[in-house]
């Protein structure tokens, strides 16, 4: 559940004109038009993909470390 409301988090700063999220739906049509950023944006994507690099190489290496090889 909590990976469904981060995801819903993300789509209300990440999303401009198309697919804006209006995350009061119910209650109000408010969408996030002043603080989005676009997806395909250079600077953004840059961002993006090097989180997910380090947050990859930081598992691998911990599981390394956790899973290592072990002496025969």
């Known amino acids: 559940m909590f990976g469904w409301a981060l995801h819903i988090v993300i789509d209300i700063f990440t999303h401009k004109d198309f697919f804006e999220t209006p995350f009061l739906f ?3 049509n408010i969408r996030n038009h002043k603080y989005s ?3 395909a944006e250079p ?6 993909y090097s989180v997910l690099a380090i947050v990859y ?3 691998f ?5 956790k ?3 072990k002496p025969r």
């Open 61 to 65: 290496v911990i599981l390394k470390r």
């Open 57 to 59: 190489i930081l598992i």
């Open 67 to 69: 899973y290592g090889k």
């Open 43 to 48: 600077a953004f994507m840059v961002i993006n």
């Open 37 to 39: 950023v676009v997806w």
């Open 26 to 28: 119910p209650l109000s």
